[in-house]
């Protein structure tokens, strides 16, 4: 359990990659891992993998090229993964949204606050039952 926090609040620029960006900014300033807890802002591109299909079809994997706010962003960023997914809206209101895969670009401005726990470092093990690095908390 996570009974206390650092706030980091960053703002990123027209052009620059968010998932690098946080992960260069996380390595750098929180060595205990950090988890969003707000961003808003909009984007140019976005390459989002969506989920996979109840029939085992493989997720899909799609580099949108568009203007779009972000409604939300939530996850975790930590020395050993990252892991993020997004909900975006276009022009007329539609969403979209998935598993942050790179390539999410800023158009004119992301504002972040982001929660570093202080009692427990983020980190991510090979899970036997998913197949995937999976979040773990370690106590310090």
Do not use: Q, W
């Amino acid at each position: 359990m996570i009974s206390n926090i650092k706030a980091h609040m960053l703002r990123l620029t027209p052009g620059e990659e968010v998932k690098s960006s946080l992960e260069n900014y996380v390595n750098n300033n929180a060595p205990n891992g950090c988890y969003v807890l707000s961003c808003c802002g909009s984007v140019t591109k976005a390459t989002l993998r969506f989920a996979a299909n109840e029939d085992s079809t493989p997720s899909k994997i799609e580099t949108l090229n568009k203007h779009y706010e972000v409604l939300a962003l939530n996850g975790t960023v930590s020395a050993r993964g990252t892991h993020l997914h997004i909900c975006l809206s276009d022009n007329n209101g539609g969403t979209i949204g998935g598993h942050v895969m790179g390539d999410l670009v800023v158009f004119t401005t992301m504002e972040l606050m982001l929660g570093e726990p202080t009692d427990v470092v983020l980190s991510r093990e090979d899970d036997a039952a998913t197949g995937y690095d999976e979040l773990t908390l370690k106590k310090k």
